[in-house]
């Protein structure tokens, strides 16, 4: 499976964006897609998930009522909506994926055990 992000940019704090996540290979809709974020000088660290064909998803706190995953398996793609944008919001953005994964179970896993990741799109925030 290969991914691909896109859809970062330099936004005013309040702005929105929407990234997107296209994956390609085969079974796609057997891995949990996530988002994952990695700030200068921090660690990678879990956004948000979306399970394939049930489609529970889970979120980071942080972000809980600002951001929505979804997926369109017909196109293979997993999008976040990202409104309320704030400065400490700034990072790479990286989509994974995770065979059988939950979503919440993306949240806790081990990075190491990600089985495929996208390149990084970059998301900064003015204030």
């Known amino acids: 499976v290969q991914l691909q992000a896109s859809g970062g940019g330099l936004v005013q704090t309040g702005d929105s964006l929407r990234l997107s996540c296209a994956a390609f290979?085969?079974?796609?809709?057997?891995?949990?897609i996530g988002w994952f974020r990695q700030a200068p000088g921090k660690e990678r660290e879990f956004v948000t998930a979306?399970?394939?064909?049930?489609?529970?998803?889970y979120y980071a706190d942080s972000v809980k009522g600002r951001f929505t995953i979804s997926r369109d398996d017909a196109k293979a793609t997993v999008y976040v909506q990202m409104n309320n944008l704030k400065p400490e919001d700034t990072a790479v953005y990286y989509c994974?994926?995770?065979?059988?994964?939950?979503?919440?179970?993306?949240?806790?896993?081990?990075?190491?055990?990600?089985?495929?990741w996208g390149q990084g799109t970059l998301v900064t925030v003015s204030s």
């Open positions: 290979g085969r079974a796609v809709s057997s891995y949990a």
């Open positions: 979306i399970t394939g064909s049930a489609g529970s998803t």
């Open positions: 994974a994926a995770e065979r059988w994964a939950t979503a919440q179970g993306m949240a806790t896993t081990d990075i190491r055990h990600i089985d495929y």
